[in-house]
């Protein structure tokens, strides 16, 4: 069974830092591309950033860039999410998700079947 756990979510004020993990088993981990969806409160899910299944290809969202850094380690079969700078509008359920295959790419619409895996999510709210 395809399992994905998060955590190292939080309370943080604007401009602190966090740091996510995305605990995997249940497949073979060093195959498949791993992304970070986000949902804001009373919004639709909005795509983060993605790592292919080396670890060396990244992308991120504009919102994102040159805040957030993804990285994975394979023989732990787990990625993790760097989240500096934050600010109010990062505040939402962060969710990691499995690739159907090995793609990293940007997506500007995220539906659940977008995915073939998800974690249940951690729960990031940015506040003074």
């Known amino acids: 069974e395809v399992q994905l756990v998060e955590s190292g979510g939080g309370l943080v004020q604007p401009g602190g830092s966090l740091r996510l993990s995305c605990a995997a088993s249940?497949?073979?981990?060093?195959?498949?591309?791993i992304t970070w969806v986000r949902q804001a409160p009373g919004k639709g899910l909005e795509w983060v950033s993605g790592?292919?299944?080396?670890?060396?290809?990244?992308n991120y969202a504009d919102s994102v860039k040159g805040r957030f850094t993804i990285s994975r380690d394979n023989a732990q079969n787990t990625v993790y999410l760097q989240m500096n700078s934050l600010k109010p509008e990062d505040t939402a359920v962060y969710y990691c998700?499995?690739?159907?295959?090995?793609?990293?790419?940007?997506?500007?619409?995220?539906?659940?079947?977008?995915?073939?895996?998800w974690g249940q999510g951690t729960q990031v709210t940015v506040s003074s």
């Open positions: 998700a499995k690739a159907w295959a090995d793609d990293y790419y940007y997506k500007l619409r995220v539906t659940t079947s977008s995915f073939a895996s």
């Open positions: 249940g497949f073979t981990f060093s195959v498949y591309a």
């Open positions: 790592i292919n299944s080396g670890g060396g290809m990244t």
